[in-house]
């Protein structure tokens, strides 16, 4: 069965870091690339970041609102995508979800995590 | 940027009727490898997105088949055809084909 749990939010200082990780059950965590959503309360969807699998470079991407402050990476020995993120402002209060996709084909973003809420206050 | 354009905000429709939800994209869905990278989400409270259309018309495994997909290039709708309780909710499309991925502002569906 796939699955994708979240974990490491909490209520952070504005400046302060969080580093969330996304722990990979059930399918082969290499072949897919990883990607980071979050929403803001009572706010839509929006894509923060992804990570393509090492077949494709691991190369990454990042939303404008974020660019320079957090950083994807990922372990595939352990089935992690991490989400570090510096610098953090209260505009980044949210719930962060991270869910998978394939390379070169729409059957993607089938399976997400519940979620993980990040609070950014003094 | 793409910029997903969903209408309309909210949906109040009476149990058994149809209801339709449109997303428009400023630039063209359609990729190369003839794929087209449009997505539909439904998403309950308190929980998370969860697919329901992948490639702007394929149903996901286990979606209803009162939901359908349908649109082409920059044009796309997702249709419920007989609205039932359980699916009360927020709608999402999102474009895929580069990235920054971007969504729809979202459509609330609500029951009369």
């Known amino acids: 069965e796939v699955q994708l749990v979240e974990s490491g939010g909490g209520l952070v200082q504005p400046g302060r870091s969080l580093r969330l990780s996304c722990t990979a059950s059930?399918?082969?965590?290499?072949?897919?690339?990883m990607s980071w959503f979050r929403q803001a309360p009572g706010k839509g969807l929006e894509w923060v970041s992804a990570i393509r699998g090492k077949p494709y470079g691991g190369t990454t991407e990042y939303a404008a609102s974020v660019k320079g402050r957090f950083t994807i990476s990922r372990d595939d020995s352990k089935s992690i995508a991490y989400l570090q993120m510096n610098s953090l402002k209260t505009e980044d209060t949210a719930v962060y979800y991270c869910?998978?996709?394939?390379?070169?084909?729409?059957?993607?973003?089938?399976?997400w995590g519940q979620g993980t809420l990040v609070t950014v206050s003094s | 940027d793409i910029v997903m354009t969903q209408t309309p905000l909210s949906l109040s429709v009476t149990p058994g009727q149809p209801a339709s939800i449109s997303c428009k994209s400023t630039?063209?869905?359609?990729?190369?490898?003839?794929?087209?990278?449009l997505y539909w989400f439904q998403q309950k409270p308190g929980q998370p997105p969860q697919l329901l259309i992948y490639?702007?018309?394929n149903r996901f495994s286990g979606v209803p088949d009162r939901f359908s997909g349908s649109g082409s290039g920059t044009d796309f709708t997702l249709k419920i055809s007989r609205v039932e309780a359980e699916d009360v909710g927020s709608y999402y499309c999102m474009q895929t084909i580069q990235a920054p991925f971007t969504f729809g502002g979202g459509t609330k569906v609500e029951i009369k």
């Open positions: 630039q063209s869905l359609l990729h190369t490898d003839g794929q087209t990278y």
């Open positions: 059930g399918f082969t965590f290499g072949d897919y690339a």
């Open positions: 869910s998978r996709s394939r390379a070169t084909t729409v059957t993607s973003f089938d399976y």
């Open positions: 490639g702007a018309s």
